[in-house]
């Protein structure tokens, strides 16, 4: 392969890495305060859903992010209530938010299917797009990406640097010392599920805005589970979260480009290989690491009243 | 006014708990209600229409039960990994993996007479699917990944590899080339319990499979070291229990049924291996198998039930243009409220101050 | 196979009860579709033919949209065919055999199946050849690429497929022999995110003009983008890629289902096996693309006059495989059989089969 493929090849890996990337980030702020929310494949498209819906009303890119932002937000406190106010089990009430934001995008935008919005476009960075390869693979994407790069190092800052971030960890680490340590254990939890739906429906919103500025059902198409995946893969951090993200993206711009190219091997081999690849890394990352960088205190309630 | 949440001290009494359930469906039934009429369509003749089209006929009996046969196949494996909390969500793969082991056998011999092709079949089909969901439980209990995401990711592959063959090895040279294998023998069909009716016999492959369950679970005594791991892992291990041994038994097992259920599916009702048999019976399972908390006879009311919601959803589309997403909304809600329901089950509100 | 075919033909003439015509028989049509009918592709046209049908006196229409194919469709058909539905239209290929199965349980019942082949006494089959439609977006494409190389996504290997690819690859070379055509697989029929991902990694090998088999617009958005050319599939795509679009190979299926709900009310409709040439007006392309120059638009309306003429036959040998192995001798045209089975790229493709 050479360079005149490469480049596009990692430009496309970033770029489809990105709404991966934001999903992936909002579950491990959600997964750090302890509670574990599979739901984010419905949030997504919910989000995407309504970031295309305000985008069409109003013509305005910038205040559909938010609002799949918000309506992110929405959707989750369903999560937050069922499990921290109603200690339902948190794996099938994710299961559950994913049904019904899924069927929720798709049903309130049947109308919407095949019609277009306004989205972001690329935008060239002045000066950094110039910069021989890299620039070409980085600084000639939409918005959106250009904010994804951001987002890491503000999270390390926040999960290292400020009180909110210190507490969450530690509520998802030990709840009953941090209640005792008079932490707010329920409010924090609440923060991590809000704060992190809020990263979730921007994801969607990379999808109808940005990487297609079309609506369809199920655009999400399972972007949603390879985020719950790449958390564990990232061991909960959002530094390697980035590569995870990129990762995926890459194998998935990868298998169309060796189409592209001519090469013969089936296509549904060649399209599995995302898939297959997200359970590889997750073995060897797992194996290596063991599982104890998740938070201890991962997917269980705390009891109301104690 | 305060409110505060006490753990019950009794259990609640029967007659408390389905009316905890049917408010929860009915709030659930409220909120769609609300999404129809926003979609323009009355919900009272939407609920109508939708009752009618599940359960309102015999015709819609049948048709629910035929499509509640493989939910309840499913579920009932989905129930025997979650009561040990192994999480697997693979289901859809296993059922996908059975189809193929079940066309394996139906392509390799034609000429078989059904009492020999079809109990092969079975087998393959179970194995295929066992395996299926053991190696994520072997990865699980060697490697320490997380089985959520593993089982999941399978789903996917199963897909894929499901259409990679009818693509390839298995495609039906006399169907235009079309992406379906060749249609099977008459002897590895599964036909109906008579000519009156259009329900086969994979309805008492679920009534054994079921029993035997059952009867597994409660007489056995792997059955009762599945309980009491499920019960707590750790208090099982200190017993002496081969909890190791029991996660890998306990999803072979699962995936087992989803496997039987792709093969009662691909013999009795598609007649051929195609992509399309692949409609997400295997999630709705997981939601079956919560409602009925795990329970088989309340597996086989649920998917029932789900089946009947999913076949009314269809006449919801004919007669009043209703998307089928709908059938997802609903589904999503009850499960949302009946877990959130799950809490007056278990725990009281009381005013402050009293007890 | 044919001579099969043949006989189930004449004893359905024969058996085939004249109904008593009335001036205008109250008829309710149903119709199955694989996808939503908001896609702007497949389904899309084949509502657009619904809603033709509604225009005329005594007919009532229905439609259940994105039904699987399988055991799904089996009982939307028959729960069609139990509320009094007189004519059943089932679009896509999966539908034919449960289709099959209820039209012999409901004989009175009027099916027809799009893009199958096996038909019953109350059961026909209907298509298009849009391959026609293809051969002539690939003469646009062909006279538009200064690459020389034409970019193509495409669902699934299947025959019906790989004729479309083929017949815009011969359509290409007929006016640049040196064009060669790529194909990438995304094996799903509407997918935007992955066909226009998949549009783009054409683009990275050089295509200049890129094609589509897909339901989604994103191909023609990824063009837009990039600014080359595209070329459309299904129904007018121009509005997803204005500055892009060359023309679109289009479906116009009122004409056909105003035909046969009228023959049925008429009581004169018999079970048969149609593939619907341009001349029927039922595949067609859309108008053109302010970029295509005059030579060109005169070079194509003189092909698509002579197609459906009858004198033009896409498939006429020679015609090499991708191997070199000669598939259709000169001076031969390849058989509708043939065309239907077709499992093998024209030279000049570059892409898999599996």
Same mark, same amino acid.
């Given at each position: 392969?050479?360079?005149?493929?490469?480049?596009?090849?990692?430009?496309?890996?970033?770029?489809?890495?990105?709404?991966?990337?934001?999903?992936?980030?909002?579950?491990?702020?959600?997964?750090?305060?302890?509670?574990?929310?599979?739901?984010?494949?419905?949030?997504?498209?919910?989000?995407?859903?309504?970031?295309?819906?305000?985008?069409?009303?109003?013509?305005?890119?910038?205040?559909?992010?938010?609002?799949?932002?918000?309506?992110?937000?929405?959707?989750?406190?369903?999560?937050?209530?069922?499990?921290?106010?109603?200690?339902?089990?948190?794996?099938?009430?994710?299961?559950?938010?994913?049904?019904?934001?899924?069927?929720?995008?798709?049903?309130?935008?049947?109308?919407?299917?095949?019609?277009?919005?306004?989205?972001?476009?690329?935008?060239?960075?002045?000066?950094?797009?110039?910069?021989?390869?890299?620039?070409?693979?980085?600084?000639?994407?939409?918005?959106?990406?250009?904010?994804?790069?951001?987002?890491?190092?503000?999270?390390?800052?926040?999960?290292?640097?400020?009180?909110?971030?210190?507490?969450?960890?530690?509520?998802?680490?030990?709840?009953?010392?941090?209640?005792?340590?008079?932490?707010?254990?329920?409010?924090?939890?609440?923060?991590?599920?809000?704060?992190?739906?809020?990263?979730?429906?921007?994801?969607?919103?990379?999808?109808?805005?940005?990487?297609?500025?079309?609506?369809?059902?199920?655009?999400?198409?399972?972007?949603?589970?390879?985020?719950?995946?790449?958390?564990?893969?990232?061991?909960?951090?959002?530094?390697?979260?980035?590569?995870?993200?990129?990762?995926?993206?890459?194998?998935?711009?990868?298998?169309?480009?060796?189409? #592209?190219?001519?090469?013969?091997?089936?296509?549904?081999?060649?399209?599995?290989?995302?898939?297959?690849?997200?359970?590889?890394?997750?073995?060897?990352?797992?194996?290596?690491?063991?599982?104890?960088?998740?938070?201890?205190?991962?997917?269980?309630?705390?009891?109301?009243?104690? | 006014?305060?409110?505060?949440?006490?753990?019950?001290?009794?259990?609640?009494?029967?007659?408390?708990?389905?009316?905890?359930?049917?408010?929860?469906?009915?709030?659930?039934?409220?909120?769609?209600?609300?999404?129809?009429?926003?979609?323009?369509?009355?919900?009272?003749?939407?609920?109508?229409?939708?009752?009618?089209?599940?359960?309102?006929?015999?015709?819609?009996?049948?048709?629910?039960?035929?499509?509640?046969?493989?939910?309840?196949?499913?579920?009932?494996?989905?129930?025997?990994?979650?009561?040990?909390?192994?999480?697997?969500?693979?289901?859809?793969?296993?059922?996908?993996?059975?189809?193929?082991?079940?066309?394996?056998?139906?392509?390799?011999?034609?000429?078989?007479?059904?009492?020999?092709?079809?109990?092969?079949?079975?087998?393959?089909?179970?194995?295929?699917?066992?395996?299926?969901?053991?190696?994520?439980?072997?990865?699980?209990?060697?490697?320490?990944?997380?089985?959520?995401?593993?089982?999941?990711?399978?789903?996917?592959?199963?897909?894929?590899?499901?259409?990679?063959?009818?693509?390839?090895?298995?495609?039906?040279?006399?169907?235009?080339?079309?992406?379906?294998?060749?249609?099977?023998?008459?002897?590895?069909?599964?036909?109906?319990?008579?000519?009156?009716?259009?329900?086969?016999?994979?309805?008492?492959?679920?009534?054994?499979?079921?029993?035997?369950?059952?009867?597994?679970?409660?007489?056995?005594?792997?059955?009762?070291?599945?309980?009491?791991?499920?019960?707590?892992?750790?208090?099982?291990?200190?017993?002496?229990?081969?909890?190791?041994?029991?996660?890998?038994?306990?999803?072979?097992?699962?995936?087992?049924?989803?496997?039987?259920?792709?093969?009662?599916?691909?013999?009795?009702?598609?007649?051929?291996?195609?992509?399309?048999?692949?409609?997400?019976?295997?999630?709705?399972?997981?939601?079956?198998?919560?409602?009925?908390?795990?329970?088989?006879?309340?597996?086989?009311?649920?998917?029932?039930?789900?089946?009947?919601?999913?076949?009314?959803?269809?006449?919801?589309?004919?007669?009043?243009?209703?998307?089928?997403?709908?059938?997802?909304?609903?589904?999503?809600?009850?499960?949302?409220?009946?877990?959130?329901?799950?809490?007056?089950?278990?725990?009281?509100?009381?005013?402050?101050?009293?007890? | 196979?044919?001579?099969?075919?043949?006989?189930?033909?004449?004893?359905?003439?024969?058996?085939?009860?004249?109904?008593?015509?009335?001036?205008?028989?109250?008829?309710?049509?149903?119709?199955?579709?694989?996808?939503?009918?908001?896609?702007?592709?497949?389904?899309?046209?084949?509502?657009?033919?619904?809603?033709?049908?509604?225009?005329?006196?005594?007919?009532?229409?229905?439609?259940?949209?994105?039904?699987?194919?399988?055991?799904?469709?089996?009982?939307?058909?028959?729960?069609?065919?139990?509320?009094?539905?007189?004519?059943?239209?089932?679009?896509?290929?999966?539908?034919?055999?449960?289709?099959?199965?209820?039209?012999?349980?409901?004989?009175?019942?009027?099916?027809?199946?799009?893009?199958?082949?096996?038909? #019953?006494?109350?059961?026909?089959?209907?298509?298009?050849?849009?391959?026609?439609?293809?051969?002539?977006?690939?003469?646009?494409?062909?006279?538009?690429?200064?690459?020389?190389?034409?970019?193509?996504?495409?669902?699934?290997?299947?025959?019906?497929?790989?004729?479309?690819?083929?017949?815009?690859?011969?359509?290409?070379?007929?006016?640049?022999?040196?064009?060669?055509?790529?194909?990438?697989?995304?094996?799903?029929?509407?997918?935007?995110?992955?066909?226009?991902?998949?549009?783009?990694?054409?683009?990275?090998?050089?295509?200049?003009?890129?094609?589509?088999?897909?339901?989604?617009?994103?191909?023609?958005?990824?063009?837009?983008?990039?600014?080359?050319?595209?070329?459309?599939?299904?129904?007018?795509?121009?509005?997803?890629?204005?500055?892009?679009?060359?023309?679109?190979?289009?479906?116009?299926?009122?004409?056909?289902?105003?035909?046969?709900?009228?023959?049925?009310?008429?009581?004169?409709?018999?079970?048969?096996?149609?593939?619907?040439?341009?001349?029927?007006?039922?595949?067609?392309?859309?108008?053109?693309?302010?970029?295509?120059?005059?030579?060109?638009?005169?070079?194509?309306?003189?092909?698509?006059?002579?197609?459906?003429?009858?004198?033009?036959?896409?498939?006429?040998?020679?015609?090499?495989?991708?191997?070199?192995?000669?598939?259709?001798?000169?001076?031969?045209?390849?058989?509708?059989?043939?065309?239907?089975?077709?499992?093998?790229?024209?030279?000049?493709?570059?892409?898999?089969?599996?």
């Amino acid at each position: 392969m050479n360079f005149d493929i490469l480049i596009p090849l990692l430009a496309a890996t970033v770029l489809s890495g990105t709404p991966v990337l934001y999903a992936t980030l909002g579950e491990i702020i959600t997964e750090k305060s302890g509670v574990l929310n599979l739901g984010v494949e419905g949030v997504m498209m919910v989000g995407a859903f309504s970031a295309f819906f305000v985008a069409a009303a109003t013509g305005s890119p910038w205040l559909a992010f938010v609002a799949a932002g918000v309506v992110g937000m929405l959707a989750v406190s369903l999560h937050g209530v069922v499990c921290l106010w109603f200690q339902g089990n948190q794996v099938v009430s994710g299961l559950a938010l994913t049904l019904l934001g899924s069927g929720l995008a798709n049903y309130l935008g049947t109308p919407y299917v095949g019609t277009k919005a306004p989205g972001f476009s690329a935008v060239a960075l002045p000066g950094l797009s110039r910069i021989p390869a890299l620039g070409e693979i980085f600084f000639n994407h939409d918005p959106l990406v250009y904010l994804s790069y951001l987002l890491p190092p503000i999270l390390w800052f926040f999960f290292h640097r400020t009180g909110i971030g210190l507490g969450l960890r530690a509520v998802g680490e030990n709840p009953a010392a941090a209640r005792a340590a008079g932490l707010n254990v329920q409010r924090l939890r609440w923060i991590g599920i809000l704060v992190g739906g809020f990263f979730m429906g921007l994801g969607g919103a990379c999808l109808s805005l940005a990487y297609t500025h079309l609506w369809t059902s199920s655009l999400s198409g399972g972007r949603g589970w390879i985020a719950v995946a790449l958390v564990i893969f990232a061991f909960w951090r959002p530094g390697r979260a980035v590569f995870g993200a990129w990762l995926f993206g890459g194998v998935m711009a990868l298998q169309l480009r060796l189409q #592209a190219s001519g090469a013969q091997v089936s296509s549904s081999l060649l399209l599995m290989l995302p898939y297959a690849l997200t359970v590889i890394v997750l073995v060897f990352s797992s194996a290596w690491r063991k599982s104890d960088a998740a938070p201890a205190a991962l997917g269980v309630n705390v009891e109301p009243g104690e | 006014m305060q409110l505060q949440i006490l753990k019950r001290t009794r259990r609640i009494s029967f007659q408390g708990a389905v009316a905890v359930f049917v408010s929860a469906i009915l709030l659930s039934l409220f909120f769609s209600g609300v999404l129809l009429s926003l979609g323009g369509t009355p919900p009272l003749a939407g609920f109508t229409t939708l009752f009618q089209g599940g359960f309102g006929s015999r015709w819609a009996l049948e048709d629910s039960v035929l499509k509640a046969i493989p939910i309840f196949l499913c579920s009932l494996g989905v129930a025997v990994a979650f009561r040990l909390k192994v999480w697997n969500i693979g289901a859809e793969g296993q059922y996908a993996l059975g189809a193929i082991g079940a066309t394996g056998v139906a392509i390799a011999f034609p000429d078989w007479p059904s009492w020999a092709v079809l109990p092969l079949m079975a087998l393959s089909a179970a194995c295929a699917g066992g395996i299926w969901g053991l190696i994520p439980a072997l990865l699980r209990q060697k490697m320490h990944t997380n089985e959520i995401i593993v089982t999941l990711m399978f789903n996917y592959i199963a897909v894929y590899l499901l259409q990679y063959l009818v693509l390839g090895v298995w495609r039906d040279p006399n169907s235009h080339g079309f992406a379906v294998s060749a249609t099977f023998s008459d002897a590895a069909i599964i036909g109906p319990l008579s000519g009156a009716t259009s329900i086969h016999w994979g309805l008492v492959h679920c009534i054994v499979l079921g029993i035997l369950l059952l009867l597994f679970f409660r007489y056995t005594r792997i059955g009762y070291e599945i309980r009491a791991a499920g019960e707590n892992m750790n208090a099982a291990r200190y017993a002496g229990i081969r909890v190791d041994f029991l996660v890998c038994l306990v999803i072979a097992i699962s995936g087992g049924l989803a496997g039987w259920a792709g093969f009662v599916e691909v013999s009795a009702t598609v007649n051929q291996l195609q992509p399309a048999m692949l409609v997400g019976y295997g999630y709705t399972a997981i939601v079956v198998a919560w409602l009925a908390r795990l329970n088989p006879a309340g597996i086989a009311v649920a998917s029932f039930l789900l089946a009947g919601l999913r076949v009314g959803v269809e006449s919801l589309q004919l007669d009043l243009q209703v998307p089928a997403d709908f059938g997802d909304i609903l589904e999503g809600s009850i499960l949302l409220m009946v877990l959130a329901a799950g809490l007056f089950l278990e725990y009281r509100i009381v005013r402050k101050g009293r007890t | 196979m044919k001579l099969k075919r043949l006989i189930i033909t004449l004893a359905a003439l024969v058996l085939a009860i004249p109904a008593v015509s009335f001036a205008a028989k109250e008829v309710k049509v149903g119709f199955i579709y694989i996808s939503p009918v908001g896609d702007a592709g497949y389904s899309y046209a084949h509502n657009e033919g619904r809603k033709a049908l509604e225009q005329m006196e005594g007919v009532t229409t229905s439609f259940v949209e994105a039904v699987p194919e399988g055991p799904d469709s089996e009982r939307v058909a028959l729960n069609m065919a139990r509320k009094g539905y007189d004519v059943i239209f089932g679009t896509s290929f999966g539908y034919m055999d449960p289709m099959l199965k209820v039209a012999k349980k409901f004989p009175k019942v009027v099916f027809l199946h799009c893009s199958g082949y096996k038909t #019953a006494q109350n059961m026909g089959n209907y298509f298009g050849r849009i391959y026609q439609s293809r051969y002539l977006t690939g003469v646009v494409a062909g006279s538009m690429t200064t690459s020389n190389i034409l970019g193509y996504v495409a669902a699934m290997p299947i025959p019906e497929v790989i004729r479309g690819i083929n017949a815009f690859t011969l359509g290409a070379q007929s006016v640049n022999p040196k064009v060669q055509v790529r194909v990438v697989w995304t094996n799903t029929w509407y997918d935007p995110a992955t066909e226009k991902e998949a549009a783009k990694s054409l683009l990275d090998v050089g295509a200049d003009v890129l094609a589509q088999h897909q339901d989604s617009p994103g191909p023609q958005e990824a063009a837009e983008e990039a600014g080359v050319y595209s070329v459309g599939y299904n129904t007018n795509m121009q509005s997803f890629a204005p500055k892009a679009h060359l023309t679109s190979a289009v479906w116009n299926w009122a004409p056909y289902y105003t035909k046969a709900v009228k023959e049925v009310q008429d009581g004169t409709w018999k079970p048969e096996s149609v593939w619907l040439g341009m001349e029927t007006g039922v595949v067609d392309i859309s108008p053109y693309g302010d970029m295509v120059p005059q030579a060109v638009r005169e070079n194509v309306d003189n092909l698509k006059q002579q197609i459906m003429d009858g004198g033009l036959k896409i498939f006429t040998g020679p015609i090499f495989d991708q191997q070199g192995k000669e598939r259709v001798a000169a001076g031969q045209v390849a058989t509708d059989d043939q065309l239907l089975n077709m499992n093998w790229f024209v030279k000049g493709v570059t892409g898999t089969l599996k």
